[in-house]
């Protein structure tokens, strides 16, 4: 079986300043995102990316738009195995959205993934709780979104500053584990 990390994208991968990024003109790397993903490259995961874009249900921009902008990302920080994403608004009440572990499992079952080995890597309270759901570990980045209400971090087995500050406690703590 695989092991796996789940990146959140906005706020993770790529600043979450203006709320919905999904121009061109909105792509900003997040801190240190570029030499996080080179760091968990080379550590044998595979690599996916779970994000909510609420944004489409609500009409603000298309899956297209979704996927350009994810597309630009990737060129710069390097490429991900699969992406997966509810593209629901909160209102929709649908199965796929975060902290609903849904995308995890849909994301195991397809690419074999043993989600008790596997990381969730997110800037919001709502990535830790689907990542505990899952029975993930999991990683808060505080450089994101930390200090609204919405993301204290407090229940996440590690709270990193960035994305290479957790890239680095995830080497780390996998020399611990026996395998
Ligand atoms: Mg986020
Ligand atoms: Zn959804």
Same mark, same amino acid.
């Given at each position: ?21 999904? $121009? =061109?003109?909105?792509?900003? *790397?997040?801190?240190? #995102? &570029?030499?996080?993903?080179?760091? %968990? ?56 959205? $975060? =902290?609903?572990?849904?995308? *995890?499992?849909?994301? #195991? &079952?397809?690419?074999?993934?043993? %989600? ?64």
């Amino acid at each position: 079986m695989n092991k796996a990390i789940f990146l959140d994208r906005d706020g993770v991968l790529n600043s979450d300043t203006n709320g919905y990024p999904h $121009k =061109p003109e909105h792509l900003s *790397l997040a801190k240190n #995102a &570029r030499e996080g993903m080179k760091l %968990l490259s080379n550590l044998g995961f595979k690599m996916f990316i779970v994000t909510n874009q609420s944004g489409v249900g609500l009409g603000i921009y298309s899956r297209e738009d979704f996927r350009n902008f994810t597309n630009a990302l990737l060129k710069e920080i390097g490429d991900v195995d699969d992406v997966f994403a509810c593209f629901h608004a909160k209102e929709d009440e649908c199965e796929c959205r $975060k =902290p609903s572990p849904k995308m *995890l499992h849909d994301a #195991a &079952r397809k690419h074999n993934v043993e %989600l008790g080995k596997s990381y969730v890597i997110g800037d919001q309270d709502r990535d830790i709780q689907m990542g505990k759901y899952a029975g993930c570990i999991t990683v808060f980045v505080s450089s994101g979104a930390f200090g609204t209400e919405k993301s204290t971090g407090r229940s996440a087995d590690y709270i990193a500053s960035d994305l290479r500050d957790a890239a680095e406690w995830i080497a780390e703590n996998e020399t611990k584990k026996p395998e």
